[in-house]
């Protein structure tokens, strides 16, 4: 490299950017009851590798329904209670 290559170089990299590294990433910063899960966890296998589901079209739209259905209630309840709110800061600022 030429003394004008290291130049250029130098002037293309931002002000604030030194290259210090200030915190290592490697888990040493974690906690250690989060660290020890960190440590023992296993690798996802590709997707080429994972077992096929042996469930059918019709079991998978059965599950994810009766998920929706045991989820409604409480969707219904939260949307009421931004309804009720809504309504008295309506008429609070009316």
Do not use: C
Request: glycine share 6%.
């Amino acid at each position: 490299m030429t003394d004008e290559e290291k130049r250029k170089k130098k002037k293309d990299k931002d002000d604030w950017d030194t290259g210090v590294v200030i915190a290592h990433m490697n888990g040493d910063e974690l906690p250690k009851y989060r660290r020890m899960a960190y440590l023992n966890r296993q690798k996802r296998p590709p997707k080429s590798e994972r077992k096929k589901s042996d469930l059918t079209k019709k079991e998978k739209r059965a599950i994810y329904r009766a998920g929706f259905a045991a989820m409604l209630p409480q969707l219904i309840i939260i949307l009421i209670a931004f309804g009720i709110v809504g309504v008295l800061i309506y008429f609070w600022l009316k």
